[in-house]
């Protein structure tokens, strides 16, 4: 048996799956048998983020809210995690999330902190759920990171929030719309927003800049400059807000973002018929000199010339801007 080819295989095969137990299962459990695991009660009670967002939770939506859990009490929270878990189990959630941040591939400039064995150590984590692929992003820095009603609004119908996302919808965690989460919704939301709350700098986003969107995403034909200015904007408002204001006021930057886009668009390119837009004049001007030779582009750079004229005329202090 020993000689034949699939006796080597048997053997080896049996040989590495009983190392994989020792190592992986024994080994561990051996070396932290001195700590305990924790229970959900006691995850509540030594994490204030978490019951941050219970409580923000209870006001944004107060009668879901009081049917299905009553007050936002450490107790009533402990009982929101265990059912959120639950409740991402049981839809697959793990399928496509994952929640380990690996110490490679610069992970921890994408989601924070690389994943510590000590956090695994509770009750929520059994079976830990690591996961084995990343259709979506990994979440377990999650929390903090988006606010609830974000949660709300994404897990009713994804591509409300993230166009062409390919995550599915969950509209039986509602009763019928985003902002009436039922117990179920409520709970899941209360999960995500524990992931990587248990950390010590939460939120961990503080300087995380996200990539500025495309304007023409939101607001078809806004200007090249206006673009600009929307981006640097929110860039330093990104950096200077701090802690549970910023996810406070998430919504409503967005909102006065938009707002600003319409302005800055307006300042820029003002009525076709006033004056010629001093952006395209004074890009035009250094090319004409170079390229004065050349005929057919002469009669247009002359046309535009006399524009940037006409606005240095029209600006008291000679500049075309
Ligand atoms: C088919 C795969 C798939 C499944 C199943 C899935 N998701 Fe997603 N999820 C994604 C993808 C892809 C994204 C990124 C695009 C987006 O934001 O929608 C995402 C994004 C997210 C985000 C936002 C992350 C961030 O901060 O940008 C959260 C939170 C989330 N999913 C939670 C869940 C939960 C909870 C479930 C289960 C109820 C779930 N997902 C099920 C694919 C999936």
Not at 98 to 116: H, L, M, N, T
Not at 220 to 247: I, L
Request: with cysteine.
């Amino acid at each position: 048996m020993f000689e034949s080819k699939s006796g080597i295989l048997l053997v080896g095969g049996l040989g590495f799956f009983a190392f994989a137990f020792l190592s992986n299962a024994l080994v561990p459990a051996l070396l932290y048998r001195h700590m305990p695991e924790q229970t959900t009660a006691q995850l509540v009670a030594s994490n204030s983020n978490l019951m941050y967002q219970f409580e923000n939770l209870s006001q944004r939506y107060p009668e879901s809210f009081a049917a299905h859990f009553g007050s936002p009490t450490p107790e009533n929270c402990a009982e929101a995690l265990e059912l959120g878990r639950r409740v991402y189990t049981g839809e697959g959630c793990w399928h496509c999330h994952s929640q380990f941040i690996r110490p490679v591939s610069r992970e921890a400039d994408r989601w924070g902190p690389v994943s510590k064995t000590y956090e695994y150590q509770n009750e929520l984590q059994r079976p830990v759920m690591f996961g084995t692929r990343r259709v979506g992003p990994d979440l377990s820095r999650e929390g903090g990171r988006r606010s609830n009603d974000w949660h709300a609004v994404h897990f009713f119908k994804p591509t409300l929030l993230s166009a062409d996302s390919p995550m599915p919808a969950y509209p039986w965690l509602f009763h019928g719309s985003p902002d009436k989460p039922n117990k179920r919704g409520l709970a899941l939301i209360t999960y995500v927003q524990w992931l990587g709350s248990w950390l010590e700098s939460y939120p961990l986003y503080e300087a995380y800049a996200p990539l500025p969107i495309p304007r023409s995403k939101i607001l078809p034909g806004a200007s090249r400059a206006g673009d600009q200015n929307v981006a640097t904007e929110s860039d330093s408002s990104e950096e200077t807000s701090t802690g549970g204001a910023a996810k406070e006021s998430e919504a409503k930057e967005s909102e006065a973002k938009e707002s600003e886009a319409k302005e800055s668009e307006a300042k820029v390119s003002p009525p076709e018929s006033s004056t010629p837009k001093s952006s395209e004049t004074t890009a035009s001007e250094p090319k004409s000199s170079a390229t004065g030779s050349n005929a057919t582009e002469s009669s247009a750079t002359e046309a535009k010339e006399s524009a940037a004229t006409k606005t240095a005329k029209d600006q008291p202090d000679g500049s075309s801007k």
